[in-house]
C-alpha cells in the first residue's frame, strides 16, 4: 500500500535520524524515511526550502518533517 504523505510543518531543532515518532496517520520522520521523500515530492517548492536551513556555523541541515 503507497501512501502520499503530506508536509504539515518544519522542525528544524528536531534531528530524527533514527525511526519515526508516530503512526499510520501522523509522523515526526527524518530526512531517511521514505514519508519525508514522499512529503518532499509532494509539496510545491519545498525541497527547495528545506535547502536553505542550516547551523549558526553554515553546515547545511535538513529538518525533520510533521506529515500526515
Excluded at 8 to 21: D, H, K, R
Amino acid at each position: 500500500m503507497t501512501n502520499e504523505w503530506t508536509a504539515l510543518g518544519v522542525l528544524p531543532n528536531i534531528n530524527m535520524e533514527a525511526s519515526c515518532f508516530g503512526g499510520e496517520y501522523l509522523a515526526v520522520v527524518g530526512e531517511n524515511d521514505d514519508r519525508y521523500d514522499s512529503a518532499v515530492a509532494n509539496g510545491t517548492d519545498l525541497d527547495i526550502f528545506l535547502s536553505k536551513f542550516e547551523s549558526a556555523h553554515g553546515v547545511r541541515l535538513r529538518p525533520s518533517l510533521l506529515v500526515k
